[in-house]
């Protein structure tokens, strides 16, 4: 008679089983006893294939987007209005139902971008449906990670291990995204057309999912201290556990965590942003570093992930700084900064040392060392720019003409760029660049100030008929590069666009002055009163006799701009497909979004929204 040979498998699994139950509990409070480590890395593969599709979905639908945008511009080069009718009609009705329900939607009814303020406190913003799911399902499937767990072991000191081994692991992993997605050359902001401020909410969101995750981590292993310590009767003083270096960095790391919790709070983060932003730094290296020796002194198996995510900061660092070097310092001298104080704002011109075409949208963030002591940078929409050849001076050049034939010969010239951007008075910084220029006699200073960039500008309008442009306030500056770039493009047969509509609402007239030589060349371009109309609203005009229309292509209202009415107009007498594009505040901002949303079913109408969500 013969017996089937016995699996080593479910034996090995019963030795396993049988020491883990015979093992005492002073066994599960450190290292890797009890924790499932193939558990661990199958959620860890499960994790990183979640963010797979979800990226893979995203970019197989900016590929089709693009596709799509790209034969309609190549279609409409040299077409008349009339023969971009096909363009305007929507293909399907379930793209424009997910856009209005879905991509396009605030988590509620109406507010998205507009800040909830209790008091004088500023709580944020909401973020939109499309980015609320999948933030959800993020954080649910983290916890579902960390709950899945053996509830049938035989020792409860098992359970609080691998309830330790889970969340620490998952705390380590999720460490890289966040890492990477609070960079500002986050290699998936070009690839799947996501602006860095949509990164930034999922930034802010793990962040907040790592802190609950090494909470519970620290709560699991406490808890199998304080168990372990009453069945075996042996108390470890605090100062005793403390002194191993691999407990304190942890503690360390999970303390700069909850101090991060607190001081990210939108509330402290919008009272003092500069403050705010340096001990932020300050405190995510403590706890990176914390988490690094206690990774380190337990020898855990991630700890390449917290390196990798080092790497990240420091190639992002790395690629920033080289930008900053190369777009402002020539061999013997940097950038030069012009600030003309205006109503309420500066108008900045950087004469930057290397030549550059900065595309439509696009924004740049400025940093003046002699005006801060900090070195930090804002974000600044590029509002114009201008390209010219200067004198290239050497030291060859600098010689005396020896003949009359060299005083006829012109210098050797080199492109030089200039770019300017409008930086409305708030507080902090801008405050501080208003004063010192208001208090210049000619109310102009030069100072040094350097700029890195560009970031931004993913949206390309070339392909579209027609293009809404809406802008508050200082959100004017994110439009005019766009009304340029079309207007030329239209006069060199470029693109698709023949109606272009720019929508600018103020409070009262002295905003004019912030643009008025670029809106004067605009002006002169040709082909402008063919294409361009421009609609100028003052909500709180001085006297009412101020607000006169110049013409029909250069329309002013007094009173508050309604974009619903606009879009509703505007709809129906649209060139092929239709965009609208929104830059000013959040209330505004939501306006708009609405406005689209109750059209884009009856049409082909897309619609971006340009914002700086700090």
Not at 460 to 479: K, M, R, W
Request: charged letters at 15%.
């Amino acid at each position: 008679m013969s017996s089937e040979p016995i699996s080593p498998k479910p034996a090995m699994l019963q030795r396993q089983n049988y020491t883990i139950c015979s093992m005492e509990a002073g066994n599960f409070t450190h290292g890797l006893m009890g924790v499932n480590l193939q558990l661990d890395d199958l959620t860890t593969q499960i994790l990183w294939l979640s963010i797979g599709i979800v990226c893979l979905g995203i970019l197989v639908v900016r590929i089709a987007l693009w596709a799509t945008a790209q034969l309609r511009h190549l279609f409409n080069l040299k077409t008349d209005p009339i023969q971009q009718t096909y363009w305007a009609r929507n293909g399907t009705s379930l793209w424009p139902w997910l856009k209005k329900n879905f991509f396009y939607a605030p988590l509620f009814k109406k507010r998205h971008n507009r800040n909830i303020q209790i008091g004088p406190l500023n709580m944020g913003t909401l973020p939109s449906r499309f980015h609320t799911v999948l933030v959800t399902l993020y954080i649910l499937s983290n916890f579902a990670y960390c709950f899945f767990l053996n509830y049938k072991s035989c020792n409860r000191m098992a359970i609080y291990a691998e309830i330790r081994g889970r969340t620490g692991h998952l705390a380590f992993v999720n460490m890289l995204p966040l890492m990477l997605f609070a960079s500002r050359n986050n290699v998936l902001i070009p690839l799947l057309g996501v602006s860095f401020d949509t990164f930034n909410i999922f930034h802010r969101w793990i962040s907040r999912l790592v802190v609950v995750e090494s909470v519970a981590h620290t709560i699991a292993w406490a808890a199998a201290k304080q168990a372990s310590e009453k069945l075996t009767g042996k108390h470890h003083p605090t100062a005793k556990v403390m002194s191993d270096p691999f407990i304190a960095w942890g503690l360390a790391s999970v303390i700069a965590m909850l101090l991060i919790l607190i001081q990210a709070s939108s509330a402290i983060r919008h009272l003092a942003y500069e403050t705010f932003l340096h001990l932020h730094q300050l405190l995510a290296f403590v706890a990176f570093l914390g988490a690094a020796f206690h990774a380190r002194d337990g020898n855990l198996p991630l700890k390449s992930y917290l390196y990798f995510a080092f790497s990240l900061w420091l190639i992002e660092r790395l690629i920033r700084w080289s930008r900053i070097i190369y777009r402002n310092f020539g061999f013997n001298s940097s950038t030069k900064v012009t600030v003309e104080a205006l109503s309420e704002a500066c108008r900045v011109t950087f004469e930057l040392k290397r030549p550059w075409k900065p595309r439509a949208g696009c924004h740049v963030y400025a940093h003046f060392p002699t005006l801060t002591w900090s070195l930090s940078s804002h974000p600044f929409s590029v509002a114009w720019y201008e390209t010219r050849p200067t004198p290239y001076l050497s030291l060859e050049d600098e010689k005396l003409p020896t003949s009359s034939k060299d005083l006829d010969k012109p210098l050797p010239t080199r492109t030089a760029t200039s770019i300017t951007v409008i930086m409305s008075k708030k507080s902090g910084m801008t405050a501080k660049l208003h004063a010192r220029a208001r208090a210049s006699p000619t109310g102009i200073i030069t100072l040094t100030g350097y700029v890195e960039g560009p970031y931004g500008g993913l949206e390309s309008l070339q392909s579209y008929g027609t293009v809404l442009l809406f802008a508050g306030g200082v959100g004017i500056t994110h439009q005019l590069l766009h009304v340029r770039d079309l207007l030329s493009g239209y006069d060199s047969c470029t693109v698709a666009t023949r109606r272009i509509v720019l929508v600018w609402s103020v409070r009262t007239q002295d905003a004019f002055e912030w643009v008025h030589p670029w809106m004067t060349e605009i002006f002169q371009m040709p082909h402008r009163r063919e294409v361009l109309k421009v609609m100028l609203f003052v909500t709180k005009p001085r006297h009412a006799g101020d607000v006169v229309s110049r013409s029909n292509q250069v329309q002013m209202f007094g009173g508050r701009c309604k974009p619903a009415k606009i879009v509703e107009e505007e709809m129906d007498k649209r060139v092929g497909a239709m965009a609208v594009t929104v830059c000013g505040p959040g209330a505004f901002a939501d306006e708009v979004r609405g406005a689209v949303r109750g059209r884009v079913e009856s049409g082909v109408l897309d619609f971006e929204e340009e914002s700086f969500s700090w």
